[in-house]
């Protein structure tokens, strides 16, 4: 079945510079993407989302990109600390549906003092 | 951000016993809860849709009758592992739907490692 997927498992980055995590969506259906980082013994925690009919959005820090043509979604994390290396998931759904996130494979990200 | 409580946060048990997770949404009403299984480095595995008021939908593959979940209000959904074996450990997260402002949130409880002796 359609899926979303991680190109990189691992990602290890050095503190202060940018981070780039990117993730494949193959549901051309799916309007609703959501980013979430999961720190080693957590639960999921939401960073940023964006819809389909935007192309970029930004939060504290955080960048998540959009690109349908190819169906491809990225997180870009600014000065990269510490306290960001966990696991980054990306998740699509069709928003007004009953249909539950689809989640892709996850990335570490490790950052180095 | 929403926050959703999940308890306990860890539980040891012997094997044959049945355990109780709570999971709840602390500041939103949630008509839709989910319950995922995640193994180690691997990502979240849907186990069932818990809707408000009727049944909860299971994934292909998962025993409805050894995991039991009851959502009887807005706010609180749980999932029973009943007569749990080894293989049922594993770390179980709830998540809860926010739907308001249009949006289709889904906050995520902190988890709940169970170990099963």
Same mark, same amino acid.
């Given at each position: ?57 930004? #939060? ?22 510490? #306290? ?30 | ?46 186990? @069932? ?6 049944? @909860? ?61």
């Amino acid at each position: 079945g359609e899926s979303v997927g991680l190109h990189l498992p691992t990602l290890s980055v050095q503190e202060g510079d940018n981070s780039i995590i990117n993730c494949a969506y193959s549901n051309s259906a799916s309007d609703y993407f959501i980013w979430y980082k999961q720190e080693s013994g957590k639960g999921p925690q939401f960073i940023i989302d964006i819809r389909s009919n935007m192309d970029k959005r930004q #939060g504290q820090r955080v960048t998540v990109l959009l690109n349908k043509t190819v169906k491809h979604l990225s997180l870009q994390i600014a000065a990269t600390q510490p #306290g960001d290396s966990a696991v980054y998931f990306c998740a699509e759904t069709l928003s007004g549906s009953a249909r539950q996130l689809t989640f892709g494979s996850g990335t570490q990200l490790t950052v180095l003092p | 951000g929403a926050v959703v409580s999940q308890h306990p946060s860890r539980v040891i048990c012997k094997s044959g016993t049945s355990v109780k997770i709570e999971c709840r949404s602390l500041d939103f009403q949630a008509t839709t809860m989910f319950w995922y299984r995640q193994f180690p480095k691997q990502s979240l595995m849907l186990m @069932a849709t818990s809707n408000e008021g009727s049944k @909860a939908t299971y994934e292909q593959g998962v025993e409805k009758d050894k995991f039991l979940i009851n959502h009887a209000s807005l706010t609180l959904s749980t999932l029973t592992v009943t007569s749990a074996h080894p293989e049922d450990s594993s770390f179980y997260i709830c998540s809860a739907r926010d739907r308001t402002g249009g949006r289709a949130i889904q906050y995520f409880g902190a988890g709940t490692r169970l170990s099963v002796l």
